[in-house]
Structures are given as C-alpha cells and as structure tokens.
C-alpha cells in the first residue's frame, strides 16, 4: 500500500474518482460485480503505476523522491526485496536447485499507458469493457474531481457489448494526496518539484487543469526524447527486458545456477530476444499465462462456441467473427492450437528454451455457484478438461494450474526438468499434496515420470479434487 502514497496517490479517495474499482471500498461489497476488477488495468491508479514502474524516468522526469526517479525507486525496492528473499534462501543452506529450483519474473506486467497512440479513445485492442469504460484521459479528469460521462459494457454470451452511458461524479474529490498531506511516517523526502494535491499527468503538460483541455493526447505513444513509437513489441522489448535483466542478475547474485523463468506480458508477443546473450541463457524458461476470457468473465462454459483470442490479438482475421469456433471439439481444438502458437512464438522470439504454461485455469463458482448449492460440477469438469486438453496437446514442456478456491484439498505440483539436446527430451515428475490445515503430505504413490516430450497427468490426477460444497470468495 506505501508504494501507491508514494506515488502521489491516495486509495482513500479511489472509490469516489473510480481511479481503482476494489472490493474492500466497494459501496455495496456483496454485490460487487464478477471480474470488474480487471477493469483496472484501464483506470488511473493502476495504469499510473505501471506506467511509473517501468517508464518513470522516460514519462514522469518531475516525480523525484529520495533523489530518485520514481521508476528507480520503485525498481530498486522491488529487486531489493526479491534479493533479501534469495540471500535467506541461500544462507538457510540445502534448499537451492532441490525446494527451489526456479525465480519466475513479475507476475503479469502491464504496460499501463505506455504506448497510447491517443488517451481519449479506447485503444481497439481492448478488447476487455465491463461496467464504466472510461479513456485514460477520461480517468486524468475523474481523478482531478471532474463529473464525466463514459460508456457502459457488459459482457454477454457473444462477448463484451455496449449498455449505455453513466457519469461518473467524485464530486471534487480527487484521486491524488491532498497538498497538506504529511508523509513524514514514510521516512522518504519527496522533491518540491513533485506537487501534491495535483494530477501528476497534469504536471507533466499532458493536459490543462485550468480549463480541462488535453494538450498531449499521444504523450505516451511516443519517445520523449527520441521520437521513436513507442507500442507494445517496444515496451516490452525495451522497459521489461530492462527490468527482467535486472531481476535476472539479481536473483543470481545469490542462487548462481538458479532457473529463470521469463514471464512477459500476457498473452502478448515475448520478447525478441533471440540469438543474444539474453535468449542464449541455458537456464531461461518461457512462462506464458492463457486464459479462456468468455468463461472467465462470463463465468459460464459455454459448449456451443468460443473465440480464437491469441489469433485475433495477433490480427490472423479479417474481422474478429472469423475468429469463432463453433462446437466443443472445435472450442478444445482451439484452445490446444492457442498454447501451441504461443509456445511457437517463445521458440520464434526467444529460442530454443522450455515453455511453462505457468497460469491457466477456470473460475470455479460458475452458474452463480449452482455446484456448491448442488455439488453438480458438471460446468467445472468439461471447462478444466478442456483447459487441460489444450496445454496436454500443445507440446509444451509444463504447466502449472491456478487455482483459487479455498476448499479444495488437493492440488498440483509439477516439476520439470529440460534436457536441451537436439530430442528436446524432457523429464518430468508429478507430485500430488493433500493440505491439511495449512500442512502438505507429500503421497509417494502419486510421484510417476514420463521422458516424452510434455508431461502428461495420469487420469487419476484430478479425482475427487472438488468438494461438494466449499466457500469461495469472488
């Protein structure tokens, strides 16, 4: 939470400017809408600190604290933290390369508004609207105090449609630290040059407070200093791969020989790092994230059809219609060959280094928790076999489930091991755990070994892992 004041911003007033939609300052907490929450990558407070995180030095040049860049300073107490977490690991003794095998990189980095060809539109590749769908210049003016009117999405069974208008109020309240604000208890020294109670985009001369007009709608989508056009390919081939770096050698000041796994944008192109020093590495894993988005957000499997969504990300269609796939065989089709293009792309961009599904998974209350009512998971186990038929087919080297669910008992290890030789054999092993009050127990007879090429769940694996009525927190 200190990282968001540090930043200028102030949670408290998040829910009044909707620079942030969270369920703890929701105004009615148990009707908070399913999966608004990854609206936020959209709106002020998210897209802000992204956009510092990774760019600060380049976009935000005025916001200095302890002397520093917030970009820097955030970065450095970020890989401070993982550093003091790898020293621990490694003066404990007896748990490098056998407890710990791997350090996987930020967990789904976001450009923020990096990138932006215009603020006031909603870029077409956002492909993600539910509830209010304001611009990001929109969100500079609610967070300032400004009522604005926005768009209004749902997400329906052929995907998002538009509901209507709503206006967003904060009645003056602003999304920023007021002026007055003492931050002595934080024990950092902000520059005067960074003021408070004001937008900092607004200091920036991205737009005029004083008569709510937008001076600079691409400042973020291009280089302030070179030019150069700044889209997702250069964000993530520049500001990530700065900070994987840095990540990267960190983690091996301690753990030398330490597996690495590069997680890049999700479901967005990697990095071009191949044939350089940074593909080259022996012990670099590729660790993508997928998800089915119309179950997710709908939270409905739907055996009817479904979309080809890393080939409409990718523009293979004319129009995203092409892009549908109908029946359930084609759905599981489809999501097998997205897996497998997305391992293509690491073997394209990368080289040839493993590939680790390291997210996918269901959401598990569908049908308004009817399963829970009945202990009917019929919905659940087509949705999770079809998940698993496209990682099983895709050729990939691994792939670990997500899983949030806090009444399921059993859960899924798996540990891979690559043999870089020309086969591109790997060796693989399985490890089922029952938890227990908070404890593992390791069943011995669930440990098996494969030497194909991918890792491939006994049938048995998932059996009984559902309860027949669980609480769930949405």
Same mark, same amino acid.
């Given at each position: ?13 998040? /829910? ?25 990558? @959209? ?5 802000? #600190? ?13 916001? =200095?604290?302890? %002397? ?14 993982? /550093? ?27 450009? $923020?508004?990096? $990138? ?23 969100? #500079? ?109 960190? =983690?091996?000041? @301690? ?30 894993? @590729? ?9 997710? #957000? ?47 792309? $690491?073997?394209?961009? =990368? ?16 049908? %308004?928790? @009817? ?21 099983? $087919? ?81």
């Amino acid at each position: 939470m200190w990282t968001l004041y540090a930043a200028g911003l102030n949670p408290q007033s998040f /829910a009044a400017t909707e620079a942030a939609i969270v369920h703890n300052t929701y105004p009615e907490p148990d009707n908070f809408p399913k999966m608004i929450w990854s609206t936020n990558y @959209y709106r002020l407070a998210v897209a802000t #600190m992204f956009t510092f995180f990774f760019a600060g030095r380049d976009f935000a040049p005025k916001c =200095i604290i302890d %002397g520093k860049n917030i970009q820097d300073y955030l970065q450095e107490h970020f890989l401070n933290a993982c /550093a003091h977490l790898a020293a621990r690991i490694h003066e404990a003794g007896g748990l490098e390369n056998d407890v710990v095998v791997g350090w996987e990189s930020l967990n789904e980095p976001n450009k $923020g508004m990096i $990138g932006y060809e215009d603020i006031s539109v909603i870029p077409k590749e956002q492909a993600l609207k539910k509830g209010t769908c304001p611009t990001i210049w929109q969100t #500079m003016l609610t967070g300032s105090g400004r009522a604005v009117e926005v768009d209004t999405w749902d997400m329906g069974g052929l995907g998002p449609y538009k509901v209507g208008r709503a206006l967003i109020d904060p009645h003056g309240e602003i999304a920023w630290l007021p002026k007055d604000y003492d931050e002595s208890r934080y024990g950092y020294t902000r520059d005067p040059g960074w003021k408070l109670g004001e937008c900092v985009w607004a200091q920036h001369g991205v737009w005029d407070p004083s008569s709510d007009t937008l001076l600079k709608k691409d400042y973020f989508g291009k280089h302030p200093t070179t030019g150069e056009k700044v889209d997702y390919p250069y964000f993530t081939n520049h500001y990530f791969m700065d900070l994987f770096r840095k990540y990267r050698d960190t =983690i091996r000041t @301690y753990h030398k020989d330490a597996i690495i796994l590069l997680q890049g944008p999700t479901m967005e192109l990697p990095p071009k790092i191949k044939g350089t020093p940074d593909g080259d590495d022996p012990r670099l894993v @590729y660790a993508p994230h997928w998800y089915d988005g119309i179950t997710l #957000m709908t939270k409905k499997w739907n055996r009817t059809w479904n979309v080809d969504v890393i080939g409409v990300l990718r523009g293979r269609y004319w129009h995203p219609a092409f892009a549908i796939k109908v029946g359930e065989s084609a759905i599981r089709n489809c999501f097998r060959d997205q897996h497998a293009a997305m391992r293509q792309e $690491g073997l394209d961009f =990368i080289g040839n280094v493993p590939c680790v599904m390291t997210e996918f998974g269901i959401p598990y209350d569908m049908d %308004g928790k @009817y399963a829970y009512q009945t202990g009917d998971f019929a919905s659940q186990s087509a949705a999770m076999d079809a998940n698993h038929y496209g990682v099983e $087919g895709a050729g990939l080297e691994g792939y670990t489930l997500w899983l949030y669910h806090t009444g399921v008992r059993i859960f899924i290890i798996q540990i891979f091991h690559k043999d870089r030789t020309a086969n591109h054999n790997s060796h693989c092993r399985m490890t089922t755990k029952e938890a227990t009050n908070g404890t593992a127990k390791t069943s011995p007879s669930s440990v098996w070994m494969t030497s194909s090429t991918r890792c491939r769940p006994s049938p048995t694996t998932f059996h009984q892992t559902l309860p027949t009525t669980t609480r769930h927190q949405t």
